[in-house]
């Protein structure tokens, strides 16, 4: 009786320790990640921030254009605005949080998304997802001048590579 009672109290204190470790370290499911995004407001950030980027883009693309190409006339600038509008309304922005919940399935656990669900439900975690969209459009105009350079330097490189090309492909007909 003592070797089953000795037996029964090493499985339950086995079971007990192993317990709280699966558990936590249990990944995190599709519920658990669809709440954390809810929580964090991931949609509406992710639209701000591609809506945001989009118009930042066109004005880079812009200025950048306009120094290379002085030419360029605001109808042209219009139509090329157009078509990335047309190229924005393309992307779903449900697909891309679908596609995105397998990756932090795979990344956070359970006790993970348990812990940024305690911190995001916070007025500080609120305060941080209701700011960072504009902390983010402050960081990119600061950023601006750098990326304008970035710009400038690639389109640079294009023409050269362009003129490149079309010098070999003349040497090459005319022979």
Known sequence: MRRVRGSLTFVLVIAFVAWPQT??????????????????HLRESMQNIMTVTMQQQKQITHDALKKKMPSMTDEELKRMDAFVDEFAKTLDLNGMLDDMVPIYERHLTKQDVTAMLTFYSTPTGQKLLRDQPVMMSEAMQAMRPRMEKIMSDMMDKVEKMVSEEAGKSNSSTAR
């Open 23 to 40: 558990t936590t370290d249990a990944p995190a499911d599709k519920e658990d990640v669809q709440k954390l995004f809810v929580t964090m």
